[in-house]
């Protein structure tokens, strides 16, 4: 998601940038840059390891030399002709590739849902159609505990809502706020394409994928019309009540839907990221008042459904923010499940939640805070896995231990654990019990000294190596004085992938060791002091990694999200790229897909077998059309950089998801 202000910009798809490039304030962890200055010595030492171990850029990290070529086939990493770099109106794919769209936003996903008519919408439609902003994506074969590879479940977020380029006549008057255009319809379409959707999808005798438009298991989640329970620790917390929900423990919807995962008993988690976006007012009260300070309560912009909706009114509801912000579990083989929020995960701006089992079959969720110098964490259940009885798992993300790191100069990290009483998480700085722990998750995450970073996005397991992979997507506002190991460019532009090793190689472990696997940006320009293995080509390096994926092959696929910033990262459009891990071209990046002006790419999920790779195509028209060479304007719903899907007149831009193959089953990617 990206992000930019209404005030600045008159357009609402660029409004919310704003909290990505302002960090929160607050007390920052203890300065690292002596820390910096010893792994800066390490770094010497480590020149001259190899050739593959080596940067282009003379101010570059090393690339870990270990080489490990496990849980991945190094000699075909490659098995496809990269895409190259630059901007136009539609996608692109390698060659040998077919990237056909599966749904667009307004299509039906309710057994009998209307069709899309962008000039005849209503948020009673839009109940039953594909919401907005399609952003993660999972898949969960059918039937269930299957590999299957043909037919599935695809679990898709719906983050935000760019309204000017859904609806006709959004466009303000020059100093006018497009917000003040909203009506009651208006708030209320949006709330209905925020959320998730559940579609089924199969693959036919021609191999073509298509969604069962009459599938039941076809479902809409939204913070419309989707009431949700409330569990775990903070669960009834005087905190969470409301005048809506004086027990605490009943929320309608979710907010600000973006990466996410699936389970290992097939249930589908819902991060909330940036669900200060939504809260209008100034809470009368305080400690909610600092609370809600640290998450960015009141935004610099707010969408306006607190107009007519009262919870999103902090003046009227001053506890009603502290409902969002978690991790949601949905059970997409049960339509009538009512989804959870978590609370045990804690509460921030997810980003995602992709698991692992440790080593004594519990399950690890890692997951990013995504906003400039905010933290990453990891929970670990206290109970193992049931893999035998999916419903024996239901409350099993409802006790266990939420941690968070600390990335040291020397290539090691702590997991530091979240847990009242311990460690100054006590009353002397405010937690009265667990539940003040995790609903001000980034608070005791201060408290205890974590590390932070340049604007975690996905954080992804290796399911074959056990490695972490973590998208550092960027940090403009990091200044020379708070560089460190781990986050090493002042004015970082274009981000970087860290990976870590778990102690033991588990999951479970409070310690790690980390290296960076890349630093994003150009390589030919030393003052970027981007770091890829030299053999990556003109078009194969990136900026902004955003959500990461691991093939059955062992790859590891990363989407970028470059924002209305594409034009200073890079100059190209953002686009899905394979980065090869281990063996000689460890750091060697190649396009497979490039999206259209003004879009990101996300979800990135492949079927079991990697004949199909599902992907999302969010905001197209949205971000940095200004720079947009022969257009050089804000996009409208009326005057877009592209109408891509559709190519038609009388359609506006759609957000899509898409399927990649390539062909007789071979594997995408080759
Ligand atoms: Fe929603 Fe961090 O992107
Ligand atoms: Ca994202
Ligand atoms: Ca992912």
Redesign the pocket.
């Given at each position: 998601?990206?992000r930019r202000k209404t005030s600045e910009t008159g357009s609402i798809g660029e409004a919310m940038e704003a909290a990505?490039d302002r960090p929160v304030a607050r007390a920052m962890a203890p300065t690292l840059g002596e820390l910096w200055s010893r792994r800066l010595a390490r770094r010497d030492v480590l020149k001259g390891i190899g050739k593959a171990a080596l940067l282009a850029s003379a101010s570059a990290l090393p690339l870990a030399a270990c080489g490990d070529t496990s849980g991945f086939a190094p000699d075909d990493i490659f098995g496809f002709a990269e895409v190259p770099h630059g901007v136009d109106e539609t996608h692109h794919v390698g060659a040998g590739h077919s990237a056909d769209i599966l749904i667009r936003w307004g299509d039906p996903v309710l057994p009998g849902a209307p069709e899309f008519d962008p000039l005849n919408q209503s948020a009673e439609r839009q109940l039953q159609q594909f919401g907005y902003n399609n952003?993660y994506v999972g898949f969960v074969p059918l039937p269930y505990g299957s590999r299957s590879s043909d037919r599935g479940l695809l679990c898709i977020h719906h983050?935000y809502t760019n309204d000017d380029l859904m609806h006709p006549g959004l466009v303000p008057a020059p100093g006018q706020n497009p917000l003040e255009l909203f009506t009651r319809e208006i708030a209320e379409i949006s709330m209905a394409a925020h959320g998730g959707s559940i579609v089924e999808v199969a693959r036919g005798k021609d191999r073509k994928w298509n969604v069962v438009r009459d599938s039941a298991y076809n479902r809409r989640i939204t913070p419309l019309a989707t009431p949700m329970r409330i569990s775990g620790p903070a669960a009834g917390h005087p905190r969470l009540q409301t005048s809506e929900d004086p027990e605490g423990r009943t929320v309608m919807g979710t907010l600000?839907n973006?990466?996410g995962g699936i389970t290992p008993w097939g249930t589908w988690l819902m991060s909330e990221?940036?669900i200060n976006f939504y809260f209008m007012g100034t809470p009368n009260d305080e400690i909610e008042a600092t609370n809600h300070a640290r998450i960015g309560i009141p935004a610099p912009f707010s969408y306006p459904w607190g107009r007519w909706h009262k919870r999103f009114d902090v003046a009227a509801e001053p506890r009603e923010p502290n409902r969002y912000g978690w991790i949601v579990e949905v059970d997409p083989l049960d339509p009538a499940s009512t989804p959870v929020k978590r609370t045990a995960l804690g509460r921030f701006?997810h980003?995602g939640c992709e698991n692992a089992l440790t080593k004594d079959g519990r399950l690890a969720i890692y997951s990013?805070d995504?906003q400039q110098f905010e933290y990453m964490y990891k929970f670990v259940s206290r109970d193992k896995v049931n893999t035998k009885d999916r419903t024996a798992n239901a409350a099993l993300l409802d006790e266990g231990v939420l941690y968070v790191a600390r990335f040291d100069a020397d290539g090691s990290g702590s997991w530091l654990p979240l847990i009242h009483g311990q460690n100054g998480l006590d009353e002397t700085n405010g937690f009265a019990d667990q539940a003040d722990v995790l609903i001000e998750a980034r608070r005791a995450g201060d408290i205890l000294g974590a590390t932070p970073l340049d604007?975690p996005?996905d954080v992804e397991p290796h399911p074959v190596t056990g490695k972490v992979y973590a998208a550092l997507?960027n940090a403009k506002e990091r200044t020379a004085d708070k560089v460190d190991a781990v986050n090493p460019r002042a004015g970082n532009l274009w981000g970087q992938i860290v990976e870590m090793t778990p102690g033991g190689g588990d999951h479970a472990s409070e310690n790690f060791t980390w290296t960076l696997l890349v630093k994003c940006g150009d390589p030919s320009d030393p003052a970027i002091g981007a770091a890829w293995n030299e053999e990556t080509s003109a078009d194969g390096w990136f900026a902004c990694p955003?959500n990461v994926a691991i093939d059955a092959k062992g790859r590891l696929w990363v989407a970028t999200?470059q924002g209305s910033g594409w034009h200073a990262a890079s100059g190209t459009a953002d686009g899905l790229y394979a980065l090869a891990t281990g063996g000689d071209k460890r750091g060697v990046a190649r396009q497979l897909f490039r999206a259209p002006i003004g879009a990101e790419v996300c979800g990135p999920i492949f079927t079991p077998d990697a004949s199909a790779l599902f992907l999302a195509v969010q905001h197209p028209a949205a971000d940095g059309t200004v720079n947009f060479a022969g257009f050089n304007r804000r996009s409208t719903y009326a005057d877009p950089a592209t109408r891509w899907p559709d190519f038609d007149a009388n359609m506006p831009v759609r957000p899509s998801l898409l399927v990649i193959t390539a062909g007789k089953g071979s594997p995408v990617g080759g």
């Open positions: 998601m990206t990505d952003d983050e600000n973006c990466a990221e940036n701006k980003e990013g995504d604007r996005e997507t955003d999200d």
